[in-house]
């Protein structure tokens, strides 16, 4: 009679309909795809006889940790058993396939949390198996036990009666106690590659007789995320909305993503720097009901793609038809991988910013923005070139220089404003000015020697500038300074070039707050005194070489009266620039180290 009742009830649940992840359930180990290392401890368990009395089963969702344990309960009380090939056909194998084989508890862990339930199984333990051979307890998401809970169980896990098999189940391995592990036997489960939830979503597709697209069954697969159960669910969701055809459109819509056209376009915008574009494309995305979070997840893995196919074309991409290859790589033939990554950069950042953000919108157009920024070459994003520029500013400080060194004087300082000056003897005024300049050019190539190893020292220790910037808790004064790098030294002043699209970092490295820290940084390293000054241009270019002095001034004849030297073009400029004070030179106490200049 109990033969004829299961039977029936059998045959009730094949009219019945089930879903697909619970008919394409396993019945036998040699029905399971992938996780091969546990099949075959568990068949050689079974098969030798040496089968424990307590398992732990960790794993994502999933990936068959239930499972697992009904087909070791099957071994375990099949009529032709302990046997790692079940016959599935016998009242025990029928029983427990269905859920109602009273030697198999299957309980909740998260329900069944406290130390009462627990006391209660404890007591059941002792009783003998009904019709098998084994009691096998199956306790799912054990880590939701309570501390209390897991040490009542302590004891029956150690002197377990030998007709009882415990297995548990959880997806958070490292919150069960070490007392607990200790006494268990430990499996993990892997996630489905890509490749096996494929194959058997198109074994499950031929059998359902559903006329399926490749590239349907690749994007559930990618969407499943390793998943087994999730990929059938969801390709039964597809059946449900359009029976007997699983294509990219329909899977597409169940799902939510984004159409790959619209991908395409949509960084074909940032790729080509075209920002209004790529707004305008998003937030036609976002009125046809695409949620933002999705966009910017499937944005962000279209993007990884072309970062694979630019790096290692040779790796399989996870969803492309030939079609969509040759686009692909027509966009990045367009770029480097440099400009691909700051994309991806841009991109990935969004994903973290919408969780706080209160203006969804608004981060997504941010990030496009950065993504469309960081897709342009590296030259200058004015149009101009950036040697040319580079040496035009070089060319400046030069000059800038020289007009210092020509106003340097040891005399003593008197009232700024217009100064009247007593007329120099013109001769008196070539002599000291040919002196200096004499002196200056027997020194120069010493000079400009010490210079460059002093340029590569600083550059061999620019970490340890940065480090002690660090070490003040100047985090954001490091941080901007990070971008630059130093690219000469002239005299007591250090110039820093930045990138062209660095210019927020150099404005901040001149603000007083943060200049007067680096200064201090560099001159600790360098061991004396310095100031520094910042350009636009090519990090990497050489610097310029020293311009070459100019010739001393011409001999010209200066009125005999008093004159206002604050009236040359040239003295006027220097004092402006350098916002100093002009001082007053006796020549005829001049030393050969003074510099006269005309005027003064």
């Known amino acids: 009679m109990q033969k004829l009742v299961s039977r029936l009830y059998a045959g009730w649940q094949q009219m019945a309909y089930l879903s697909l992840y619970r008919k394409w359930r396993p019945q036998v180990f040699s029905q399971v795809v992938g996780q091969e290392h546990i099949v075959r401890t568990l068949t050689n368990a079974l098969s030798t006889g040496r089968v424990a009395h307590a398992y732990l089963f960790s794993g994502p969702r999933g990936t068959g940790k239930t499972t697992f344990a009904r087909l070791l309960a099957k071994g375990l009380n099949c009529e032709h058993g302990p046997t790692a090939t079940p016959c599935d056909e016998c009242d025990n194998c029928v029983q427990i396939a269905r859920g109602s084989a009273v030697d198999v508890l299957e309980i909740d862990g998260a329900s069944n949390r406290g130390i009462d339930e627990i006391r209660e199984l404890r007591d059941r333990v002792r009783y003998a198996p009904a019709s098998g051979r084994y009691k096998v307890y199956i306790i799912d998401e054990v880590h939701m036990l309570t501390n209390e809970a897991f040490n009542a169980l302590l004891k029956v896990l150690e002197e377990p009666p030998s007709h009882i098999v415990f297995v548990f189940a959880t997806t958070e391995a490292h919150k069960v106690p070490g007392t607990i592990l200790s006494r268990c036997q430990k499996f993990d489960f892997r996630r489905f590659s890509h490749g096996q939830l494929t194959e058997h979503l198109k074994h499950v597709a031929e059998a359902e007789k559903v006329e399926a697209e490749l590239q349907a069954i690749a994007l559930i697969a990618r969407h499943a995320e390793g998943s087994m159960r999730d990929a059938l669910a969801i390709m039964d969701q597809c059946l449900a909305a359009q029976p007997g055809k699983l294509d990219v459109a329909t899977v597409t819509e169940v799902l939510g993503i984004v159409r790959r056209e619209a991908l395409i376009e949509l960084v074909g915008y940032i790729l080509q720097g075209d920002l209004s574009g790529a707004i305008h494309l998003t937030n036609a995305l976002l009125d046809q009901g695409v949620e933002i979070k999705q966009l910017a997840r499937d944005l962000t893995a279209y993007a990884r793609d072309l970062v694979l196919l630019k790096a290692a074309p040779t790796v399989p991409l996870v969803i492309a038809d030939e079609t969509e290859r040759e686009t692909m790589k027509e966009q990045v033939a367009r770029c480097s991988l440099d400009q691909l990554l700051n994309v991806v950069d841009a991109l990935t950042s969004v994903e973290a910013a919408l969780r706080w953000s209160t203006s969804p919108a608004m981060a997504m157009e941010i990030a496009m923005a950065?993504?469309?920024?960081?897709?342009?070459?590296?030259?200058?994003?004015?149009?101009?070139?950036?040697?040319?520029?580079?040496?035009?500013?070089?060319?400046?400080?030069?000059?800038?220089?020289?007009?210092?060194?020509?106003?340097?004087?040891?005399?003593?300082?008197?009232?700024?404003?217009?100064?009247?000056?007593e007329r120099a003897p013109v001769s008196e005024i070539r002599a000291a000015s040919s002196r200096s300049s004499a002196k200056r050019e027997a020194t120069s190539p010493q000079q400009t020697a010490a210079a460059g190893d002093e340029l590569a020292q600083l550059r061999l220790k620019w970490p340890n500038v940065l480090a002690l910037l660090k070490e003040e808790r100047l985090i954001s004064t490091e941080a901007f300074l990070r971008e630059g790098t130093p690219v000469a030294i002239k005299g007591n002043q250090v110039v820093i070039c930045f990138a062209a699209r660095h210019r927020f970092h150099q404005t901040n490295v001149e603000d007083p707050r943060h200049k007067a820290a680096i200064e201090k940084a560099i001159s600790r390293v360098l061991g004396r005194s310095v100031s520094i000054a910042t350009i636009i241009g090519d990090p990497s270019a050489e610097p310029a070489e020293p311009q070459p002095e100019e010739s001393p001034p011409a001999e010209e004849e200066l009125p005999s009266q008093d004159v206002d030297i604050m009236r040359f073009p040239s003295v006027a400029k220097a004092v402006k620039y350098l916002d100093g004070q002009v001082r007053l030179v006796d020549t005829s106490m001049a030393s050969e180290d003074d510099q006269v200049l005309p005027g003064g």
Request: proline residues 4%; hydrophobic residues 30%; without cysteine.
């Open 370 to 421: 950065k993504a469309v920024g960081g897709s342009k070459l590296q030259a200058g994003e004015d149009g101009t070139d950036a040697d040319a520029e580079v040496k035009r500013l070089e060319k400046r400080l030069a000059d800038l220089e020289q007009y210092v060194r020509r106003l340097s004087s040891e005399s003593r300082p008197v009232q700024t404003g217009p100064v009247r000056a």
